[in-house]
Nanobody, 112 residues
Framework: QLQASGGGLVQAGGSLRLSCVAS????????IAWYRQAPGKERERVSC?????????YADSTMEGRFIISKDNAKSTVYLQMNNLKPDDTAVYYC??????WGQGTQVTVSS
């Protein structure tokens, strides 16, 4: 299972840190990704982190400059630090293992 948390309401320019706790499997063997889905839009991948050496991926350069994905294998937790948030970042954020195991989503709302 995956349990996402950390969303909330923040003003533009603010920060949030999302957490994704994995249970019943170890992060040593699985990559984890963060996705988001804004109202009326398709779900898009935001970032992911590899299982082995912690290689990270970001959807585009604007996210790479503002978002930081990391993980703590001992805590079975993947984090998404989001800085300088913009209203366009408003969405439900999900963590996922592959395309078959999804967390429940956490709402991020950025006010202008």
């Amino acid at each position: 299972q995956l349990q996402a948390s950390g969303g909330g309401l923040v003003q533009a320019g603010g920060s949030l840190r999302l957490s994704c706790v994995a249970s019943e499997f170890t992060l040593d063997y699985y990559a984890i990704a963060w996705y988001r889905q804004a109202p009326g839009k398709e779900r898009e991948r935001v970032s992911c982190i590899s299982s082995t050496d912690g290689t990270t991926y970001y959807a585009d350069s604007t996210m790479e400059g503002r978002f930081i994905i990391s993980k703590d294998n001992a805590k079975s937790t993947v984090y998404l630090q989001m800085n300088n948030l913009k209203p366009d970042d408003t969405a439900v954020y999900y963590c996922a293992r592959g395309l078959t195991l999804w967390g429940q989503g956490t709402q991020v709302t950025v006010s202008s």
